[in-house]
């Protein structure tokens, strides 16, 4: 009886081998097959002033794909929207920030003044994109409201507090048609976030809300291909005003 133990056991225990060695062998196949699937993280890859921006090739929403080094000769402003700062909810200070720079362009023509480009990158696919610029007209309104309510003088403490705040923030009184397209500059469509994320721009959690976004961020890139100027907000209020960035561009176009 012991000796016919020991041999089921001798037979049992190759057989068990066996099994684990293929179940490991199927499981390993598993996860090298999801990791497959799903596209390679991008690691984080700052840039740093005074080096040679890392090139990259992207989709343009108004049509075609733009390569950064194709704009060699020219300054190039980058900028990055917020874009989301909650669920469901735009930056309102990204949206009242691109329409200042779109104002700005009609009445100075910077882009002729500074031999420049200006990109506005989005960490979102064509479609969200599409929501946020058709958004704007209904962002701006929502702006002047809160600005210049009917009955200011109704208002309660926090809503008066507000009036005023926005007040300071949003100093302009913009308006779009309901149906415009607001789009001067070529907008890039950063999908798949590899640029975003090498920079370390995208975030899903920042600025206290949980939604994919990127820091807001500023790019001034001069026409040698060399970052020459970097922001990124420490908050969603924290951006550099255009009176500034003109400066920098001053400086920059100069080759000072």
């Known amino acids: 009886m012991i000796a016919k133990k020991r041999s089921a056991l001798i037979i049992a225990a190759p057989l068990a081998l066996s099994a684990a060695v293929i179940f490991m062998w199927l499981e390993a196949g598993a996860v090298a097959a999801a990791a497959q699937a799903q ?3 991008v690691r984080p890859n700052p840039v740093v002033v005074g080096q040679p921006m890392p090139d990259f090739t992207l989709p343009v929403y108004q049509g075609g794909t733009l390569t950064l080094s194709s704009l060699r000769g020219k300054n190039v402003l980058l900028l990055f ?3 989301y ?16 720079l ?15 480009e200006i990109l506005v990158v989005f960490p979102y696919g064509h479609e969200t994109v599409t929501a946020w610029l058709e958004a704007l007209p209904g962002q701006l309104e929502s702006i002047r409201k809160t600005k210049n309510p009917a ?28 149906d415009e397209v607001l789009a001067p500059f070529p907008i890039l469509v950063d999908g798949e976030r590899k640029l ?21 961020s500023v790019y001034v890139v001069d026409a040698e291909g060399v970052l020459q100027f970097k922001y990124l907000g420490q ?4 951006r550099p005003g255009y009176d500034y960035l003109l400066k920098v561009l001053e400086v920059v176009n100069a080759g000072k």
């Open 39 to 41: 596209p390679a993280a």
């Open 81 to 83: 929207p917020r874009g």
């Open 85 to 100: 700062a909650a669920e469901n909810y735009w930056c309102t200070i990204c949206n009242y920030k691109y329409v200042e």
């Open 102 to 116: 779109t104002e700005l362009e009609k009445a100075l023509q910077i882009r002729k003044k500074y031999n420049l």
């Open 151 to 178: 009955e200011p003088d109704k208002l309660d403490d926090a809503a008066r507090r507000r009036m005023e705040g926005w007040r300071g923030m949003f100093p302009a009184d913009y308006t779009l048609g309901k």
């Open 196 to 216: 975003s994320m090498s920079l370390g721009l995208f975030q899903t959690e920042w600025g206290g809300r949980k939604v994919d976004q990127n820091i807001p």
């Open 235 to 238: 908050n969603t209020m924290d």
